[in-house]
């Protein structure tokens, strides 16, 4: 456990020491987020959204997942870069377990995503939004799950890595699309026949089901046509649980 | 310092390795590597890049399981059992293992937490490797900072942190100065005499090859020779005369013919290994007198052994750093 504890560590260390990161994480979704939030006039409001919710406010929790995204991605690229300069071989001949560095690298990767994800609710007076403290426990909690599932699926693509091109590459092919399609950016109900099987079949959907849920506790009005919180909650986790299988074993398999 | 050795060991046998092989694809690195090293001695593994040096490095150092024979490190199957000789073995790689965002000091903490160390216990023996390896001042500064010399020590201080048992080190002193890397080997020494530390390391300075107690020469993925330094030069026997002739390929004939024995032409040289290599180099300057450039003549050396064995030319002079391989 002291291992896991110290690589963890080290990932909080190394971003508080760059802070660009911080800046790339956060600017970027919040970019996103005005220019699309405002590029889609009321007129172009996502399909099947409640009627009520601007554009704007249907992008927020979406924006909060991008930010979880980014996050996670650059968080792992850190493997791909120890990898090359030398620091992951001299982890990968310590007794600790490879399932071990893993869960150390993917809780560091959460800690980080989860706390710029908690300062993107700051803006949720923005849209509307009173969350109660137990909405706001209830949404770091969910937060926490979506990070530590999409830390461990791009830690799964890194360990398998050997340049950040090639990794820059298969985030585009495989986390994006899997972030567009989770509801984000439009609701399922209001897809094209195949593209609402997609997204149904997207763990992320019910992540992100999960974070509107609880951004909008009480409120179920406010949230539109996504799976009910307990089910949502219940396939996050097991997403959850089997990204974080996939790295490790992905790990283990690696030199 | 001797407080942070685990018991002296019981078994004789460091590393026990019986017909080792390994391929990548089509290409075979090793072929059948026999090697048995001793407890507590400074094992030198020198060769070519190329040669199957680094592949032998991370089969002992658990970084790849080996494909055929058996491969017994600390007494504990390397294929089998890798997490049980990694808590015990201290790997030092050529390519540093350090995070330059991290200080000295976080670098030796995050490693001694890998090795199940705690904190207290782990700053305690930092502070002792950092005091000992001359570090201590610098111990707050970010490992970016330091100089190549600085951080291959530091290098060492992680690799001995958890109080191995047998070390590894992969061309530790390359990008040393020849001063730092004679500290940096009396350091090994050391280890090995204070602490029954066993040393295997790879490199390609033959004053360190000789300061080994013993050394294997790697080439095109066999173990062509293995011995005392000592031992080694004396299976060449006699001297060895280098001509630099003006028309190299024209005085190996010539040589050839009239002394009846054969220089081998390397790198634009002639090399005799002979008995009489004094008497030789009076006669050679006589019968050939304006075809000569220089001759030298010396008692073998290491590199001389590895020609012997080989044909090639191996170490570096200590100028040029070796390329990665």
């Known amino acids: ?255 | 310092m001797n407080a942070i050795r685990p018991l002296a060991p019981a078994a004789t046998t460091a590393i026990a390795i019986a017909g080792l092989t390994h391929r990548y694809g089509e290409r075979t690195a090793l072929r059948g590597i026999d090697l048995d090293v001793r407890r507590g001695e400074i094992f030198g593994v020198l060769g070519p890049n190329g040669g199957g040096k680094t592949t032998l490095f991370k089969v002992l150092a658990t970084l790849v399981a080996p494909q055929g024979g058996r491969v017994a490190v600390l007494d504990e199957d390397a294929a089998r059992h890798p997490e049980r000789i990694r808590r015990r073995l201290g790997v030092v790689f050529q390519q540093p293992a350090l995070d330059g965002k991290l200080t000295v000091r976080e670098n030796l903490a995050c490693h001694a937490a890998l090795y199940g160390l705690g904190g207290a216990e782990g700053r305690t023996r930092a502070a002792a490797l950092l005091e000992r390896l001359g570090l201590a001042e610098r111990a707050d500064d970010f490992v970016e900072t330091l100089s190549g010399g600085l951080a291959r020590r530091v290098e060492l201080a992680k690799g001995l942190l958890h109080g191995p048992e047998l070390v590894l080190l992969d061309e530790p002193s390359t990008g040393l100065d020849p001063g730092a890397r004679r500290d940096f080997f009396s350091y090994l020494v050391h280890l090995r005499d204070r602490e029954g530390v066993t040393v295997v390391l790879t490199t390609h300075y033959m004053e360190e090859a000789e300061r080994c107690d013993r050394i294997g020469f790697i080439h095109q993925g066999s173990l062509v020779a293995v011995g005392t330094p000592a031992a080694l030069k004396a299976e060449i026997g006699g001297d060895v005369v280098v001509v630099d002739a003006v028309d190299p390929e024209a005085m190996r004939q010539r040589i050839e013919q009239s002394f009846g024995c054969v220089p081998r032409l390397l790198d634009g040289v002639l090399r005799v290994e002979l008995p009489r290599g004094h008497e030789f180099v009076r006669d050679v300057v006589e019968a050939f007198p304006g075809d000569i450039r220089s001759v030298t003549y010396g008692k073998p050396t290491l590199e001389d052994v590895f020609v012997h064995l080989t044909g090639e030319r191996f170490f570096s002079d200590g100028a040029a750093a070796p390329e990665k391989g």
């Not at chain 1, 971003?15 to 996103?32: E, M």
């Not at chain 1, 461990?152 to 585009?172: D, K, P, Y």
């Not at chain 1, 495989?174 to 989770?182: D, E, F, G, V």
């Not at chain 1, 849920?213 to 396939?235: K, T």
Request: glycine content about 10%; aromatic content about 10%.
């Open chain 1, 1 to 255: 456990m002291r291992g896991v504890r110290a690589l963890w560590w080290r990932e909080i260390i190394r971003f508080v020491r760059q802070r660009s990161r911080l800046v790339g994480a956060l600017a970027q979704p919040l970019l996103f987020w005005v220019l699309l939030g405002g590029g889609f006039s009321a007129s172009l409001r996502p399909p099947g959204a409640p009627a009520d919710l601007g554009t704007m406010a249907y992008f927020y929790p979406g924006i909060i997942g991008l930010v979880l995204l980014f996050t996670a991605i650059f968080s792992t690229i850190v493997v791909v870069e120890d990898r090359k300069s030398g620091f992951l071989q001299g982890v990968l001949v310590s007794p600790l377990s490879r399932a071990g560095i893993v869960l150390g690298q993917a809780l560091g990767g959460t800690t980080l995503a989860v706390s710029q994800g908690a300062l993107f609710l700051l803006l949720a007076p923005l849209v509307g939004i009173s969350l109660s403290a137990a909405a706001v426990f209830a949404v770091i909690g969910v937060l926490a799950a979506i990070a530590f599932a999409l830390t461990s699926l791009s830690l799964a693509i890194a360990w398998r890595m050997e340049s950040t091109q090639g990794f820059h590459a298969i985030m585009n092919l495989i986390l994006m699309p899997i972030w567009i399609l989770s509801g984000a950016f439009f609701p399922a109900s209001g897809a094209a026949g195949w593209l609402g099987w997609l997204m149904q079949l997207n763990p992320l959907t019910y992540g992100m089901a999960a974070l509107r849920r609880c951004l909008y506790l009480g409120m179920p009005d406010a949230v539109g046509l996504v799976p009910a919180l307990g089910p949502s909650v219940a396939v996050t986790l097991l997403f959850c649980a089997a990204a974080y299988g996939m790295a490790a074993v992905t790990a283990r398999r690696s030199r």
